[in-house]
């Protein structure tokens, strides 16, 4: 896999699964709303060629008045459907000021779904403002600090949290920064011995 590091921006080209036109779309919408956003967790991984299956995108969005949520409700149902609730008001009072996600698909599906949430800790707000650009041929995403990724999956710990922070560290260890990975690693409490295993 072939990508270019350029302080923030990653460009990167490769052929385009479905999901990654379902990611693309979807934050076109928010782009064109002017809305704030980051790509974490599996996806992140995925996009950088982790071969793995996943129903769902995480998405973290700035934290938006009712009004211009509801501006991004009606730009999305053209497209897409909120699979919690059909009101936008629920959407946003019962579950994302509740710290709740909501799920967007393609009308009528299930799968892929978008899985959108405001940020409900320091961790994710420093991931929002801190995110990296990847650009590749006709598009544009925001995704997590890819230290900061690591170091989440490491806390998250399940064997594919493990692999998928495995993964990044291989591809892009040349770039990163290892003892902030460990330091933000350390700061959420993953044992020392974790760590090593992935960065090994």
């Known amino acids: 896999m072939e990508f270019e590091f350029r302080d923030n921006v990653i460009l990167f080209e490769r052929e385009l699964s ?8 979807f934050v076109e919408i928010l782009d064109k709303n002017k809305i ?10 995925i996009l950088f060629g982790r071969s793995r299956e996943t129903e769902d995108v995480d998405i973290i969005v700035e934290n938006l ?39 967007f698909a393609y009308c009528g599906q299930f799968i892929p779904n978008m ?3 405001f940020p409900k800790k320091e961790f994710e707000s420093e991931t929002l403002k801190n ?19 690591i ?8 064997e594919k949290d493990l692999e998928d922070a495995r993964h990044l560290w291989n591809i892009f260890k040349e770039n990163l920064d290892k ?7 350390k700061e959420l409490n993953v044992a020392e011995d974790i760590i090593s295993l992935v960065l090994e």
């Open 65 to 103: 008045p009712f009004e211009k949520f509801g501006l991004l409700w009606e730009s999305l149902e053209k497209e897409f459907e909120c699979l919690n609730t059909s009101s936008s008001k629920e959407a946003y009072y019962g579950f994302l000021l509740e710290k709740t996600a909501v799920r």
């Open 179 to 185: 003892s902030l990975i460990v330091e933000k690693a």
């Open 151 to 158: 170091a989440f999956k490491l806390f998250l710990g399940s």
């Open 36 to 45: 704030n956003y980051v790509l974490v967790s599996g996806y992140v991984a």
């Open 115 to 117: 899985e959108i949430k």
């Open 18 to 25: 479905d999901l990654d036109k379902f990611v693309i779309k």
């Open 131 to 149: 995110r990296l650009i990847v650009k590749g041929k006709g598009y544009s995403l925001n995704i997590s600090n890819l230290e900061k990724q």
